[in-house]
């Protein structure tokens, strides 16, 4: 029998977590605990309920249909964002928007579209959030859409390449799964700039639970080179990807990347890929792009259950994309086409290397803060607290001005800020540093490749470097009632039979909050 999502709802029973006594729980039936289960909030310590609904030994079947008819409150809030706050890590505190569009029903499941911003290394996050999200272009594709859009905040501490950011982005996403009627099939990822970045990064580590990526005006290799993660191009054959990039971009120029695009291909990265007239700014191109990028996204719902599945990693926990998840590295030699795709690249982007004050409302710019690092500023003497009023003969009162100065500058060549600095005006003059290449991906740890695939019961894992790895069993994708056989480089390492669990079936749901990937077991693979 086969698991299928059901066209029923079941009411849910939202109730207290806590400790029963023992005439309560002889009382209780399996479906009651489960219903508690479902209704706890995020973080609540659940290991009890989880053995307690697997200790009555219902059929799998039966917890499935349970999960996926679970019924969702309806949202009183709709079309306008909602602000709320989570803990990010030990000490920071920062907002997320989630805005629920007009025709949301939450008996039907609705996309969502999780929306991350630029401008994620700065010391916090502007004063109205709410206003911040709703200007963002992704974030008003949604709406017309009729898309929930999940728009997270970082900052420094939490950018979208570190623990802390990471992690946020996807507690979040679990957090909206429990609270609204989500279509997991149909869960995208965009953003503009470093949440473009970020949307690489995602494809290339992270993508089990989307169903497509937009990247516009980002970097495939920013999560590589400033949040020091390994990142591997061939990943980006598992998921698709809308790149957009621009001639005159003083960041991201097209000329320079549609080098990492066409490395990317080569590697077998699903990518399509525009290049387009303008700067570092969407919005001149968002009134003929976003149509495009709507209707890439509908035609793009996620694979639950890929025939084919290319896995690169050097982390374990970065190890898994969707049914396969690479748990050990070992230290043998690559297999032969095992192939290291990278590129170099000349950095020719100007920084000047300093943190804007948001909170400064006069006129030119205050300075926060200093990256570390071997930036201009430092090298010309600019301090927190100065006042940038000028750069070179230019007068700047905001960043756009500043923009604007950084475009007539070079590689190499000079650049003049003028500062008030307490009752003083400086002007601090230097050089910039020139250019110099890299490496699009950083490469310190020896990875693991695999190239797995499934047909007719069989699964096979063409495999490099590969120590151990598990197959995630769903029953829309191998048969319970027949043996399952796996094969790693043509040697049968598995052949019997699944027994499904309820307990790891719980388990994995609570990680995921995923209603179709209700995966009822795994078969762990040491590779000899």
């Keep these: 029998m086969r698991c299928m999502r059901l066209g ?111 401008g994620v290394s700065q010391a916090g996050v502007g004063e109205d959030p709410a206003a911040e999200a709703m200007e963002n272009d992704l974030v008003g594709l949604a709406a017309r859409e009729g898309w929930l859009a999940l728009h997270p905040f970082g900052q420094i501490g939490a950018t979208w390449w570190d623990e802390a950011g990471m992690a946020n982005i ?63 191009a061939p990943n980006l054959s598992n998921t698709p990807v809308y790149a957009v990039t621009t001639f005159d971009d003083g960041l991201y120029p097209s000329r320079i990347m549609r080098r990492t695009i066409d490395m990317a291909r080569l590697a077998g990265a699903d990518v399509l890929y525009r290049e387009l007239p303008g700067t570092h700014d969407f919005s001149p191109n968002a009134a003929t792009e976003l149509p495009r990028i709507a209707a890439f996204l509908d035609r793009h719902p996620r694979d639950p259950f890929p025939a084919r599945i290319t896995w690169e990693t050097a ?112 002007v601090l003059e230097g050089r910039l540093p020139e250019a110099a290449a890299y490496n699009v991906f950083k490469r310190e740890l020896p990875s693991a490749l695999a190239v797995a695939s499934w047909s007719a019961n069989r699964v096979d894992v063409r495999a490099s470097r590969v120590g151990a790895f598990r197959v995630l069993v769903h029953p829309d994708m191998l048969r319970l009632e027949e043996n399952v056989v796996v094969a790693v480089n043509g040697e049968t390492v598995f052949d019997g039979r699944v027994t499904p669990d309820v307990g790891f079936l719980l388990r994995n749901f609570l990680e995921t909050r995923d209603r179709r990937l209700l995966y009822v077991a795994e078969i762990p693979v040491s590779v000899p």
């Excluded at 700039?193 to 580590?205: N, Q, T």
């Excluded at 290291?340 to 982007?349: G, K, M, P, T, Y």
């Excluded at 000047?352 to 200093?370: A, K, N």
């Excluded at 756009?400 to 590689?411: A, P, V, W």
């Design 315 to 426: 982390r374990p926990e970065f190890g898994a994309c969707r049914w396969l998840a690479v748990d050990r590295v070992s230290l043998d030699e690559p297999e032969p086409w095992h192939h290291d795709f990278n590129v170099a690249l000349e950095d020719e982007a100007i920084t000047i290397g300093f943190l804007p004050d948001e909170r400064y409302e006069g006129e030119g710019i205050l300075v926060g803060s200093l990256p570390d690092g071997d930036y201009p500023a430092r090298r010309i003497g600019l301090a927190p607290g100065d006042v940038i009023v000028a750069a070179g003969a230019r007068t700047v009162g905001s960043m756009d001005d500043l923009y604007e100065y950084k475009t007539t500058l070079r590689r190499g060549g000079p650049i003049s800020i003028t500062v008030v600095r307490g009752a003083q005006r400086l």
């Design 170 to 232: 996807r507690n979040l996403v679990r957090t909206v799964k429990r609270e609204c009627n989500v279509d997991d099939d149909r869960v995208w990822m965009g953003g503009i700039s470093d949440g473009a970045s970020a949307s690489f990064l995602h494809a290339m580590v992270a993508p089990s639970d989307y169903a497509a990526f937009v990247a516009l005006h980002g970097h495939m290799g920013v999560g590589s080179l400033d949040g020091g993660l390994p990142t591997y």
């Design 8 to 118: 029923w709802v079941l009411p849910v029973v939202l109730v207290a977590v806590g400790t029963l006594t023992a005439p309560q729980a002889a009382a209780r039936t399996w479906e009651g605990a489960l219903d508690e289960l479902l209704a706890a909030p995020p973080g609540a310590d659940v290991a009890a309920l989880v053995t307690e609904v697997a200790a009555a030994r219902p059929a799998w079947t039966d917890v499935a249909a349970r999960i996926q008819a679970a019924g969702f409150p309806d949202v009183q809030v709709r079309g306008v964002p909602i602000v709320r706050t989570t803990a990010v890590g030990d000490t920071v505190e920062l907002p997320w928007v989630l805005v629920v569009p007009e025709s949301y029903d939450p008996q039907v499941p609705t996309p969502l579209l999780v929306v991350l911003h630029g």
